[in-house]
């Protein structure tokens, strides 16, 4: 039995709910249930981790201790929309140096993130690449990787003359929310972009404008 799967029985006995009941609470199967106890399914999406926390009346800290984070992952990471971001848990990884990417100055503290499989983004398709700086604070106007209801997605955010944050998406569509009541967490900061480029079979890279609001 894996250090999760342990926790979730033990959290569950705690709790006194039958596999059955803890089943129906996050809406999976009790099967599911054994298997993730068993270690049998080892990765479990965040949406069912925040099903588990509610069910079992616990934090994420709480279900999640003594489970070991994943191995450093080196190379792109894939960003998945409901899935945490790709570069927690990843110690301190740089930014892997691609021959035909300008990279200065993004080498010491950025990870290089694309959207994974059949996912796509605002302000980034699949494919093409982003440098992200992990970050938890607005500290100037550009664009954020933000968490908001469980899943990530990309807004440009930027200050209005009031104090106040703008958040914009790739149509330009904008809204304002208080700077001390931000709607979201943020998770990074996006330092570069790079768009795919596909000509002939041959796949390049060419740097993505800055967005404005």
Avoid at 143 to 157: A, M, S
């Amino acid at each position: 039995m894996d250090a999760l799967g342990s926790r979730i029985k033990q959290l569950r006995l705690k709790a006194n709910l039958s596999k059955a009941a803890l089943a129906r609470r996050v809406g999976v199967s009790d099967v599911t249930i054994s298997y993730w106890e068993s270690g049998t399914i080892r990765q479990i999406g965040h949406e069912r981790l925040v099903a588990l926390t509610e069910a079992l009346d616990c934090t994420l800290s709480d279900l999640l201790q003594g489970t070991p984070a994943p191995p450093p992952q080196h190379g792109v990471l894939h960003m998945l929309e409901r899935q945490p971001a790709p570069w927690l848990h990843q110690g301190d990884t740089t930014l892997p140096l691609l021959d035909d990417l300008p990279l200065p100055g993004l080498t010491k503290d950025c990870h290089l993130i694309t959207p994974g499989q059949g996912e796509s983004f605002d302000f980034l398709n699949e494919g093409d690449l982003a440098a992200v700086l992990p970050t938890i604070e607005f500290s100037r106007d550009g664009l954020y990787v933000l968490e908001y209801l469980g899943k990530l997605t990309i807004r440009y955010l930027s200050r209005t003359q009031d104090g106040n944050v703008a958040v914009s998406d790739e149509s330009q569509h904008t809204e304002t929310v208080p700077t001390n009541a931000l709607p979201f967490r943020l998770v990074g900061l996006v330092r570069a972009r790079w768009k795919l480029i596909v000509d002939n079979d041959i796949h390049s890279f060419a740097p993505a404008p800055e967005p404005t609001n």
